[in-house]
């Protein structure tokens, strides 16, 4: 089992339409981050959320982070086919030692 | 800027070989990580190291071993390569701290045959 649970793993939409992207843990982490990945390259941040309830808005996107701090969602509004990507929430520990944990990540697929 | 540099991009070994995936970054971060993805597995993290001279073991941290070489290099070895370690290896480097971002490489993509 996963420390960070992703859902969904596949997300296939067309343009225009919201979608949410939930990352679960039964773990409080530290601070949560969202990655974003293409295809031949390595993750790059979007995103890093430190407080218990903290929202972070990315031009579309919109980020929070749970009250007890075990979970946080990416919203997409209007998404466009340039959002296309693997998805990724990644999270730090108090406990961990500084130690950068992943969720399995969220395939979308935005249609024109 | 080169950031996070990884040596090999592409590996084919033959089962039981040996070899060792090389990782330098040039950002002066205290923090290095190994992690591989296979599909439906996001990225698993294989070892960390929190500084020079200090390693610390991942998820996933059999069949593998790792050298701090020094602040810049952090290296993987699989002493005996196996079919399951076939996977796309990313090596990544932070500063120390929470919510510190991560920098990856472009991974290795090593198939074992």
């Known amino acids: 089992t996963q420390l960070l649970e992703q859902s969904p793993q596949f997300l296939s939409i067309q343009e225009g339409e919201n979608l949410t992207v939930y990352c679960n843990s039964s773990?409080?982490?530290?601070?949560l981050q969202w990655y974003r990945q293409e295809p031949g390259e390595g993750p790059v941040l979007l995103v890093t959320?430190?407080?218990?309830?903290e929202v972070k808005k990315l031009k579309r996107l919109t980020f929070q982070f749970g009250d007890a701090r075990k979970d946080s969602s990416l919203h997409i509004t209007a998404a466009q086919p340039g959002d296309t990507g693997l998805y990724l929430c990644?999270?730090?520990?108090?406990?961990?030692?500084?130690?950068?944990?992943f969720g399995q990540g969220t395939i979308l697929t935005v249609h024109p | 800027n080169a950031g996070v540099t990884q040596t090999p991009k592409f590996q084919v070994l033959k089962t039981g070989q040996s070899m060792t995936l090389q990782c330098a970054q040039d950002?002066?971060?205290?923090?290095m990580y190994w992690y591989r993805q296979d599909p439906g597995m996001g990225l698993r993290l294989i070892y960390y190291?929190?500084?020079?001279?200090?390693?610390d073991k991942g998820e996933v941290p059999n069949g593998y071993n790792v050298s701090r070489l020094n602040k810049r290099e952090f290296s993987l070895r699989l002493e005996s390569a196996a079919p399951s370690q076939t996977s796309v290896y990313f090596c990544?480097?932070?500063?120390?701290?929470?919510?510190?971002?991560?920098?990856f490489g472009q991974g290795t993509r090593l198939t074992v045959v």
């Open positions: 990544a480097s932070s500063l120390t701290g929470e919510g510190t971002e991560a920098f």
């Open positions: 950002m002066n971060h205290n923090s």
């Open positions: 990644a999270g730090r520990r108090s406990t961990s030692y500084g130690k950068l944990t």
């Open positions: 959320v430190v407080t218990g309830g």
């Open positions: 190291s929190a500084s020079e001279g200090t390693t």
């Open positions: 773990s409080v982490f530290s601070s």
